[in-house]
């Protein structure tokens, strides 16, 4: 007669309606505690892998109306005027200026530059940096003409000087998604988005940190001061890259005037 009783030494197998066997239940006290370990580290991995969606703001709750200069620095923007409540004095402040979408507002600035002007848009902004989106059609800038006749007032007056020139590491950036339209608007995941915006005319600016871990940006021009496009950047954007240029405060802003043929792909 054959013996029907479990040999021990035989592989444990498990009934689900049974008691478990002792093997397996001090494995499974073993693995559950590892693999809930090995998640949570992994969680921890990815969180600190993902790039800072930022702090960021487009409000879209109502158009705003801005007054100020319209200049082309090389990209259109506004120098709007504000007064300095602790000496009241007359400062300027910059606001960038985009259309709707991934297009630039070239178009509508440039035919104003120089004149006063009154625009409706949406802002964005981000760090103390703001930018305007415009609304509607042409009629979303216009020039603001004196109808009492009197001679039209001159713009203001810009102080530029430069920093001197510096190697520094980042990545190019489009603005308006940066500044508030995506979070995060920066890295490789974008870099397809951001590099239509730059094409389609949305200011490019170039993202890196200080000694202390404190983000810095500044506008991105070519070595002449002009549109940065006309350089041959575009293939980096996004990219973590090491790039040589002079650094010049324009008022209120900083510029990097980056030279393409210093430009480093670093590994990401």
Request: proline share 6%.
């Amino acid at each position: 007669m054959s013996d029907n009783t479990p040999s021990q030494d035989k592989d444990a197998f498990y009934v689900g309606y049974l008691k478990a066997p002792r093997r397996i239940t001090l494995f499974s006290m073993v693995l559950i505690p590892v693999l809930i370990a090995i998640g949570i580290a992994s969680a921890a991995i990815v969180g600190s892998g993902r790039t800072d969606p930022g702090m960021g703001v487009w409000d879209l709750s109502e158009p705003v109306e801005i007054v100020g200069w319209a200049e082309m620095a090389p990209y259109p923007i506004l120098r709007v005027r504000k007064i300095d409540q602790a000496s009241l004095a007359t400062e300027y402040e910059t606001v960038f200026v985009v259309s709707e979408g991934k297009i630039g507002a070239m178009d509508r600035i440039a035919p104003l530059a120089g004149k006063e002007v009154h625009a409706t848009g949406f802002l964005i902004e981000r760090d103390g940096l703001r930018m305007l989106e415009l609304v509607g059609g042409l009629d979303a800038v216009e020039e603001i003409l004196d109808v009492r006749g009197q001679p039209p007032a001159l713009p203001p007056t810009v102080e530029k000087a430069s920093l001197g020139a510096y190697t520094l590491k980042g990545q190019i950036i489009d603005s308006k998604c940066y500044l508030g339209v995506m979070k995060p608007g920066e890295g490789k995941p974008h870099k397809s988005c951001a590099t239509l915006c730059i094409l389609g005319g949305i200011p490019p600016m170039f993202m890196t940190q200080n000694a202390d871990g404190e983000r810095m940006v500044y506008l991105v021009t070519g070595p002449d001061g002009a549109s940065a496009v006309q350089t041959g950047m575009t293939e980096y954007i996004a990219d973590w890259i090491e790039v040589t240029g002079e650094i010049e405060t324009q008022g209120d802003i900083a510029v990097f005037k980056i030279d393409d043929k210093t430009i480093r792909r670093l590994a990401s």
